[in-house]
């Protein structure tokens, strides 16, 4: 199965934080930042979810709580890619909103 991956369409030199993340008392100070770190990342750039931890102090396991908030709040979209001219999954894309 293929590795998760992050996509954003960012095409701006500064980032938008949507004030209800930041406010947000149900998701945690890493999560924010894990967030920010995502959408501050170039236009169009493929983050491997397995590289995260090359990024940061915080551990696999941390990061993966994190990100796994983001989805739950809906601050990430979740989307299955299949295999060419089939139905087998191949894996999941991640979308990074900036914009709620």
Request: hydrophobic residues 35%; contains cysteine; glycine residues 4%.
């Amino acid at each position: 199965m293929n590795t998760n991956v992050i996509k954003k369409a960012n095409e701006k030199d500064y980032v938008i934080v949507p004030y209800n993340l930041l406010v947000n008392p149900l998701i945690s100070a890493r999560a924010k930042g894990l967030y920010c770190y995502i959408i501050s990342l170039l236009p169009d750039k493929t983050l491997r979810l397995s590289d995260l931890p090359s990024h940061f102090t915080e551990g696999r396991d941390a990061l993966q709580t994190a990100f796994k908030e983001l989805e739950k709040n809906n601050f990430i979209e979740k989307s299955p890619t299949y295999k060419k001219d089939t139905r087998q999954l191949n894996g999941w894309n991640f979308v990074v909103k900036e914009v709620l």
